[in-house]
């Protein structure tokens, strides 16, 4: 893991939500071995305080504070807890989300409701809740884990997809309105599939047994541009050249592009394990699955993507090609 120093004379606070597993767990790790000072927040309270002692032994001061983000008040409980913590908050990274896959009508609408809840009003909580405080301040790094999700529409995950739409728009709108406030910065992170527990944790109604695709990545990589950001904040960043390809392939090709993840997905469904339908982690915590990674992929290996990521620059440029003939 990369690390960049901090010295004892600019310790930061930086929030983390859905610190618990995966992706959140990652970033609260490169930020303690950062020697910032930490307040990680989750449902799952058991778990946050095994990840408070593993970045306590990397140097960092840490406060956990138990966050269903989806429920704005709890929200404004935390943004409390961590401004008392030491003085302000300096970094928030809106990171909690969850993951429903099913086609739209099968799927419970409560289910598909939380989604939206958590992944896109979580989001927005976060941001009314923290932003007096950076207002206050004269600054403040607000940071959000959107995913490739926010450009290429996941099918069988309409309520998912819903959300990390809504969160560009959000994020649009919340960075033209702030244009005045030079120091306080609203930063999007893109990346591609993570190699997370996220999928083991999943509300599942299409009757098969889910996986990620072929080309997942090491949620270390995350977390180290995202650390990156808070140092030298920027409008965006596409993390990962799976991403980007994808970014790019929905702008110029939106409509073969989405039959394509169409098909895919209707393909491995066809062939998968055939098991029951479950909530997951929609409406409460796990038992599960708190790792940084899911096992579903190579973690430190990022060359191994570089077949996958050939053939679909391949697919790219072959439907460019045909567009342009026709």
Same mark, same amino acid.
């Given at each position: 893991m990369e690390q960049h120093k901090n010295t004892a004379h600019n310790t930061r606070t930086i929030v983390v939500t859905g610190a618990s597993s995966g992706a959140g767990r990652a970033i609260a790790l490169a930020f303690a071995a950062n020697h910032d000072r930490l307040v990680i927040s989750s449902r799952n309270l058991v778990a946050l305080e095994e990840l408070a002692s593993e970045c306590e032994s990397l140097g960092a001061e840490v406060k956990c504070v138990a966050c269903d983000t989806s429920d704005y008040h709890q929200v404004i409980n935390l943004a409390a807890q961590a401004a008392d913590f030491r003085d302000g908050i300096d970094v928030w990274v809106n990171n909690a989300g969850v993951l429903a896959m099913g086609s739209f009508d099968e799927t419970p609408m409560e289910v598909s409701e939380q989604v939206i809840r958590t992944n896109l009003l979580g989001y927005m909580h976060s941001a009314h809740a923290v932003m007096p405080y950076f207002k206050n301040q004269g600054h403040g790094i607000l940071i959000n884990n959107i995913s490739i999700g926010g450009f290429l529409p996941v099918p069988f995950g309409a309520g998912y997809s819903a959300a990390k739409f809504g969160l560009?728009?959000?994020?649009?709108?919340?960075?033209?309105?702030?244009?005045?406030?030079?120091?306080?910065? =609203?930063?999007?992170?893109?990346?591609?599939?993570?190699?997370?527990?996220? %999928?083991?944790?999943? +509300?599942?109604?299409?009757?098969?047994?889910?996986?990620?695709?072929?080309?997942?990545?090491?949620?270390?990589?995350?977390?180290?541009?995202?650390?990156?950001?808070?140092?030298?904040?920027?409008?965006?960043? %596409? =993390?990962?050249?799976?991403?980007?390809?994808?970014?790019?392939?929905? +702008?110029? *090709?939106?409509? *073969?592009t989405t039959t394509i993840a169409g098909s895919l997905i209707r393909s491995y469904l066809t062939h998968a394990k055939t098991i029951g339908p479950t909530n997951g982690n929609i409406f409460s915590p796990v038992a599960y699955g708190n790792s940084v990674h899911g096992g579903w992929g190579m973690p430190g290996k990022p060359k191994a993507h570089r077949k996958y990521i050939a053939i679909a620059a391949g697919l790219l440029l072959s439907a460019l090609l045909i567009k342009r003939k026709w």
């Open positions: 560009r728009g959000f994020s649009a709108s919340l960075k033209s309105e702030l244009r005045a406030y030079k120091n306080i910065h =609203i930063c999007d992170a893109f990346p591609g599939f993570l190699d997370t527990p996220g %999928m083991q944790h999943a +509300a599942n109604y299409t009757g098969k047994a889910l996986k990620p695709g072929p080309l997942v990545y090491d949620p270390n990589r995350l977390a180290n541009e995202i650390l990156k950001l808070s140092l030298n904040p920027r409008p965006e960043k %596409m =993390i990962g050249s799976f991403s980007t390809l994808m970014r790019l392939s929905r +702008a110029l *090709l939106p409509t *073969l």
